[in-house]
């Protein structure tokens, strides 16, 4: 399957960390991309950075079709599209609620392009790359407040 422009890439970052974007043109075989950040220091919140990036094909490691659907390709990676006065945001959702599946691309460089296999997520988050545990925050809930 051939990626075009339009379509949403998830991409392994420096320190394996995932990043997300929109592919919008091709440069001598490398990616032209406008990533995703945050609006603020861990908010949930993300927008489109200004500039394009550009980025190798080998470090993009999943895919999503995007058929004129934002709101349906970016649901896919667990994010609600939103338009607010004319500029575009994307809430990171903590779960996806129905079963979703996008294209894992292959390593193999010689079929470039092609998609190997797919992925399913459930409901548990898989924006995290650290496992959390709450069972500790109630050493950090102030008693008095609750009541």
Sequence with gaps: MRIQNGDLLKILGDGNVDWYAEKVGKDDGRYEVYYIERVFPDSILYKY???????????????VRNENDYVKAWAQFGFEYQVVDGEIFLKKVKSVSDMVEYDVLSTDTSESESVDSS???????????????DSDMDDFIDSEFLT
């Design 119 to 133: 992925v399913t997520l459930d409901s548990k988050d898989t924006w995290s790359s650290t496992n959390s545990d």
């Design 49 to 63: 950075e200004h500039e394009y990036c550009i980025v190798d094909k080998e470090s993009i490691i999943a895919h």
